[in-house]
């Protein structure tokens, strides 16, 4: 996508507070590691205790109130969660048993948890320059903000902290990698939509569009489905569905960019107003010109100007112009939906900049 100034001015002030942390050796990266390993181990250890206080409480108190003894069933189900991750995670107190203090000395184990807590943060913030370069191929697919990746990308990083396993022997960087990849990459699939697409269904789509396209760049023609689905090794039904699958959705009751208007407003009678006023609507038509040659491939620019009768003639239906590329009706409307997206982001970018 393109950039506006205000999305540039924040991820130039991002980039310069976060360069300011130091990657981590991987010395230093065991030494956090273990540090979140023992704070993890004195909350399970707190949980565990206080799920037998409460439990020693409802036998002793009988009249508790209906909230009291709620919170104290939450505490049990609770500590009895944690006894059983301790069972399952021995190694925990066998590899610090020369460090740990008493189980019975709360303030210890509390500074414990403190004390792992601060080696997350630090883990993260020492890692979030990993996070960028892995989102940065992903901002031009997407319309969400570049932060917006990244912020994403941060929550798999911080899985990635959490579920690590230094005894593995790699280091955090390659186990990191997988969550923040994760993240970033189902993120423009579950936010760019108003309605939600099945993420499988999405998945199948991209790659079928993929192959077309590596199709007519190898070959100048477009393949017909039976190739696709030979190219990808699944059925001639599962290409027919991905390619069923619209591009971008958006509801009805979305208020529009221009007017305040709703799509029920624009669709309530197609009389109301044509195609080329409907385009004209979002860029004005003195810069729908510089839009197509800035922002378009040739293909892209070709669509937009039958389908808009841009070059002084009739404008065509989607069906006339499938014909004439050899293509399907469905993927027509999808490159011209494409196609309009990145219009209107490139006259947003100028407007913006002027």
Do not use: C
């Not at 007017?259 to 004005?284: Q, R």
């Not at 510089?290 to 069906?319: C, F, H, N, V, W």
């Amino acid at each position: 996508m393109n950039m506006s100034f205000g999305d540039k001015s924040t991820l130039k002030a991002y980039l310069g507070e976060i360069t300011k942390t130091p990657l981590l050796t991987r010395g230093e990266e065991l030494i956090l590691a273990k540090t979140i390993e023992r704070g993890l181990w004195a909350q399970l250890t707190i949980d565990t205790m206080s799920s037998q206080e409460a439990k020693n409480k409802l036998v002793k108190e009988k009249n508790l109130d209906g909230v009291e003894a709620r919170r104290l069933e939450k505490l049990i189900a609770q500590g009895d969660q944690s006894a059983k991750t301790l069972i399952d995670s021995k190694h925990l107190e066998e590899s610090f048993k020369n460090g740990l203090p008493d189980v019975t000395d709360r303030d210890k184990l509390n500074q414990l948890i403190i004390a792992g807590n601060k080696a997350k943060e630090d883990f993260t913030m020492a890692n979030l320059l990993l996070v960028v370069s892995i989102a940065k191929p992903y901002w031009a697919r997407s319309r969400l903000s570049p932060m917006d990746l990244i912020q994403e990308g941060n929550i798999g990083l911080m899985t990635a902290v959490t579920k690590f396993d230094y005894r593995r022997g790699y280091r955090f960087s390659t186990y990191a990698t997988w969550w923040i990849i994760q993240k970033t990459r189902m993120a423009p699939m579950l936010f760019d939509r108003e309605i939600r697409i099945p993420m499988n269904l999405q998945e199948m789509r991209t790659k079928v569009i993929r192959a077309i396209d590596e199709h007519h760049d190898a070959h100048n023609t477009n393949p017909d489905n039976q190739q696709i689905a030979e190219k990808l090794g699944i059925s001639i039904t599962k290409v027919e569905r991905a390619l069923r699958v619209p591009s971008h959705t958006t509801s009805l009751d979305r208020p529009l960019e221009v007017g305040g208007e709703t799509g029920h407003d624009i669709t309530a009678d197609p009389k109301i107003i044509s195609s080329d006023e409907a385009l004209s609507t979002d860029l004005k038509m003195e810069r729908i010109q510089q839009a197509i040659e800035k922002s378009l491939k040739k293909r892209e620019a070709e669509i937009i100007i039958q389908r808009y009768g841009l070059d002084g003639q009739i404008p065509k239906s989607l069906t006339a112009v499938a014909r004439g590329f050899s293509l399907s009706r469905e993927r027509i409307r999808q490159i011209q939906a494409d196609a309009e997206t990145k219009m209107k982001e490139f006259d947003k970018t100028v407007r913006e900049q002027a």
